[in-house]
């Protein structure tokens, strides 16, 4: 937000999850399983002062999940799909001092469960004491999320960045459905190419995140540890128009349970400073 008091963007998170893992290893996918993930999502950033300012976030989701069923008359295609406005974060942030040329940032605020929720169905019976979800679309997680993190960046022959961030649900919703919270950390390195107006960057990141918890029984999807590679290119296009384009790379994973995942998640932006 230097030099401008108020920043505009859009974004589309894109992502696939139709390869199956079990912990860290390769499993078998027998249903065909799937699950696309399309998020656009829409960001207001204002600075109120020079030190302190607010954003908001609220995603769109479109989420389909597909299968390929057996039966006794030949395999039948199955398709859900959840689509709308997701939860819509809201947070402010402090930019402090430089401290020894460190610009450091810290935010905290909330998610909003503007977001639809469904009530979770499952199968009757437990494995290890954990809930079989039969279906595990939800727009939003239906509660009043705390969301926290802290950003820090320093130029030398290269921009040096790194931050943490969390979110921390702290109750279940009203139909018993309680997000796993999940906390993510990541450091990198940007350089500007040829007249600056183009810089690639790359960034190193590590995602935890924990199961989802229905009415205290834990849920038998989601939950682990990934490690990300990150290369992109931010491109500044006209005046204060910003396109970056980069795509997560998972380089490891290990899973709480066996679960579909993705090969990359690709994301697209565009940003406007007035």
Known sequence: MTGSRFKVGAWFVTEDRDAAFD????????????TRIRVPLLTVDVRLTEQLGVEVAASVPDITRTA?????????NYSETFAGLGDTSVVGWFKFAPMH????????GASLPTGKTEVPKFQAELSEGN??????????????????????FRSFAVDVFGSFAARTPVAENSTGLRTGASWE????????????????????????????????TPVLVGGGHWLYLTPGVAAQVGK???????????????????QLDSRAVFQLGISRAF
Do not use: C, M
């Open 185 to 216: 950390t990541n450091g990198g390195i940007a350089h500007a190419l040829g007249t600056h107006r183009v810089s690639a960057f790359g960034r190193v990141a590590l995602l935890h995140r924990e199961q989802d918890v229905f009415n205290g």
């Open 131 to 152: 809930l079989i979800p039969r279906s595990r679309l939800q727009r939003g997680s239906g509660t009043l999320d705390p969301l926290f993190g802290v950003s820090a």
């Open 101 to 108: 040329r460190w610009s450091v940032v810290a935010n905290f």
């Open 240 to 258: 204060g128009i910003n396109v970056q384009a980069e795509v997560k790379l998972p380089v490891y994973r290990s899973l709480a349970n066996k």
């Open 68 to 76: 390929v069923l057996p039966h006794a008359t030949g395999p039948t």
């Open 23 to 34: 912990g860290s290893s390769k499993a078998d996918n027998p249903l065909r399983e799937r």
